[in-house]
Every structure is written in structure tokens, then in C-alpha cells.
């Protein structure tokens, strides 16, 4: 299958894909590499490892010839993409890309949805939230991508125990952990067809024979 993977920053779960892809664990190819910033550690691994890289949205300044959503659309069509990979991408998805690619688009997020999540609660933010909130296990959710910030179907979870005095950081850093070892099963799931969408709409991961 191919795969466009799409980040923000320093992009350690596309490098783990990408990994996956390389070993053969995942039976796809990272594609395309699409960036908001596009001198982010994720965009100079892309460009180091041959993957082309597309920057939208542009900068503000630079928006006039930034792609339109609708063009991105015609990008990723052109790649013939399967499966869109957000990865630390912190811009909302345009309503035109979530209606080209429906159920196939994944985000992943580093704590338990439903709760801690939404517009506004990103990176350091989200962590510093579940320390507050008292709760006693955090980890990463990967969920369809509909057309709000955090909502969309789960499609998988992973505990992680929230230590006593964690700072942010360091919860951070395990949960970020876990992040690798999900995104990597998640999309090999994806990439041999192993989802079956159950009646009610909730989506299950067969596991391998
Ligand atoms: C991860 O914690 C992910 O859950 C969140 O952004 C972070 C991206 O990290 N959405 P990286 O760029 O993959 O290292």
C-alpha cells in the first residue's frame, strides 16, 4: 500500500513507519512526506531518505502559491496514495481531503481519547493534563480522522501507567514510546487489510493468523 505520512515537527513515529516499511514488517511504502514547516526534522529525514516533500498549508506570506485543499487532493491521487498518516501534524485536515479518503485517514494522539483531547490540547499541553487530572494511565490513541480535532472512530489503544511525581517529560517520553510500537502494528494492520468495521461503525483490528 502506499502511504503519505504527514507531520509537524521531528517526526519519530513516520521514522518508525518508514522503518517498518524498510523491514518489511509493514507491507507499504511511504510515498509522500507532507509538512506544514517544512524545515522540521521530519521534512529533512523525507528529503535524506529520497521521499518527496510537499509543504501545506504555506505560510501565510508565502500563501500564494500554496496549494489548495483540493489540489492537495489531486496530489495525493497522483501519488495514488491508500492511506493518509498523520503524525505529529498539528493543522486540521481539510474537509476536502477527510471526504476523498473516508476511513482512511489516521491520526495518533498521546493519551486515552475520548478524554484529553480537542482543539487546543497538543504536545506538552496533553500531558500536563492528565497529570492534573489525577488519572492513573495515559497512553497513545490512534483513531480515524473525521472533520474536528480528536474525534473520530479508535481504532486502538495502549496503557501506560502514570507514575508518581512523572513530570510532562518524562511521561511524555514513554507514552511517546508506546506511540512507535502502535503506529507500527496499527498501519501494518491497515496496509494488509486486517480492519473490519464492525455494524455500529467501530472498528476492529483482526489480529494475524
Ligand atoms: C506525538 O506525541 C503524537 O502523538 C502527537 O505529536 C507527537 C509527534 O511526535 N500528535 P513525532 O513528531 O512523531 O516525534
Not at 535524506?48 to 516533500?53: K, R
Not at 504536545?123 to 480515524?144: E, Q
Not at 512523572?166 to 506511540?179: C, F, G, I, S
Amino acid at each position: 500500500k502506499k502511504l503519505a505520512v504527514f507531520v509537524s515537527g521531528g517526526g519519530s513515529n513516520f521514522k518508525k513507519i518508514h522503518e517498518g516499511c524498510s523491514s518489511g514488517l509493514v507491507k507499504g511504502d511511504v510515498v509522500l512526506l507532507v509538512t506544514n514547516k517544512k524545515d522540521c526534522g521530519g521534512a529533512e529525514f523525507a528529503r535524506s531518505n529520497g521521499i518527496p516533500v510537499l509543504v501545506f498549508p504555506k505560510q501565510q506570506r508565502e500563501s500564494s502559491d500554496g496549494l489548495s485543499p483540493k489540489e492537495l487532493v489531486d496530489v495525493l491521487n497522483r501519488y495514488s496514495v491508500d492511506f493518509v498518516l498523520l503524525a505529529g501534524y498539528l493543522k486540521l485536515i481539510p474537509v476536502e481531503l477527510v471526504q476523498a479518503f473516508p476511513k482512511r485517514i489516521l491520526n495518533i494522539h498521546p493519551a486515552l481519547l475520548p478524554a484529553f483531547g480537542g482543539k487546543g490540547l497538543y504536545g506538552m499541553r496533553v500531558h500536563k493534563a492528565v497529570l492534573a487530572s489525577g488519572a492513573r494511565y495515559s497512553g497513545p490513541t490512534i483513531h480515524f480522522v473525521d472533520e474536528e480535532y480528536d474525534t473520530g472512530r479508535i481504532l486502538a489503544q495502549s496503557a501506560v501507567r502514570v507514575i508518581a511525581n512523572d513530570t510532562p517529560e518524562e511521561l511524555a517520553q514513554r507514552v511517546l514510546h508506546e506511540e512507535h510500537k502502535l503506529y507500527v502494528e496499527v498501519v501494518a494492520a491497515i496496509c494488509e487489510e486486517r480492519i473490519q468495521w464492525r455494524e455500529d461503525g467501530v472498528p476492529l483490528i483482526q489480529s494475524k493468523e
